[in-house]
């Protein structure tokens, strides 16, 4: 079945410490995202991207860092210029964006990043 | 700028009872409308959506929207609530011109009370 992947479940982060938030999709989408969810926050855009090696700023973009080198994979960077990176962060991925054929994204299962 | 209210952070009600979530939107175009249903440590699930044509959305698991221009609501509706609806909600807002994700509104935690 097709689907969206990110690994790990849970990770855990040093202060100071870069740590990657890994996103695969088999769906053949064009589209992908990274949200940030906080209690109470609903979900925040970080980046997105809408074709290969070519992304955006999403509206939290600060102390983050993406990649899109392959239409399935787009990685999540966490850098230690995040001050609170404590969070719930999903990647979704949608067959196009805009333009008249918005499809509904489709969510992985997130991973959950601890500070030590 | 499209943007999205939803209306209550916490609802609750009895097993059986009528469920009501409540979501208003913005937007200068005709907008497309979502809800989406999200369970403990995972990701979101497709509920419905609202794209053109018939105003009431007919969606999974026994739920329903229906969209009021007039009134730019996009309210989520179940007649009778299982134990098993508890989870959080989010309604978003699209736009059919331009080349924009998704607005998603700040999410309602349903409750269900046997």
């Known amino acids: 079945d097709g689907g969206i992947t990110q690994s790990p479940k849970y990770l855990f982060r040093k202060e100071g410490q870069n740590v990657t938030l890994s996103c695969e999709q088999n769906?053949?989408?064009?589209?992908m995202y990274w949200y940030r969810q906080d209690p109470g926050q609903g979900l925040r855009l970080i980046y997105y991207?809408?074709?290969?090696?070519?992304?955006q700023k999403g509206d939290i973009a600060e102390g983050y860092s993406v990649s899109r080198e392959k239409k399935e994979s787009f990685p999540l960077t966490v850098t230690s210029a995040q001050k609170n990176p404590t969070a719930f962060y999903l990647c979704?991925?949608?067959?196009?964006?805009?333009?008249?054929?918005?499809?509904?994204?489709?969510f992985g299962d997130g991973t959950r990043l601890s500070i030590l | 700028a499209q943007s999205v209210t939803q209306l209550g952070s916490h609802v609750s009600v009895s097993e059986g009872a009528l469920v009501l979530l409540r979501c208003n939107y913005s937007?200068?175009?005709?907008?497309?409308l979502f809800w989406y249903v999200q369970y403990p440590n995972q990701g979101l699930q497709l509920l419905l959506k609202?794209?053109?044509?018939?105003?009431l959305v007919k969606g999974i698991n026994g739920f329903e929207a229906e969209f009021k221009k007039s009134e730019t609501s996009f309210h989520l509706t179940k007649p009778s609530a299982h134990m098993s609806d508890a989870a959080e909600y989010f309604c978003?807002?699209?736009?059919?011109?331009?080349?924009?994700?998704?607005?998603f509104g700040k999410g309602t935690r349903l409750s269900v009370i046997a």
């Open positions: 937007s200068s175009v005709p907008p497309y």
């Open positions: 979704a991925s949608s067959k196009q964006m805009g333009q008249g054929l918005n499809q509904p994204q489709h």
């Open positions: 991207s809408q074709i290969v090696n070519d992304f």
């Open positions: 609202y794209t053109t044509g018939a105003t």
């Open positions: 769906l053949n989408h064009d589209a």
């Open positions: 978003a807002v699209s736009s059919n011109s331009g080349n924009t994700p998704l607005v």
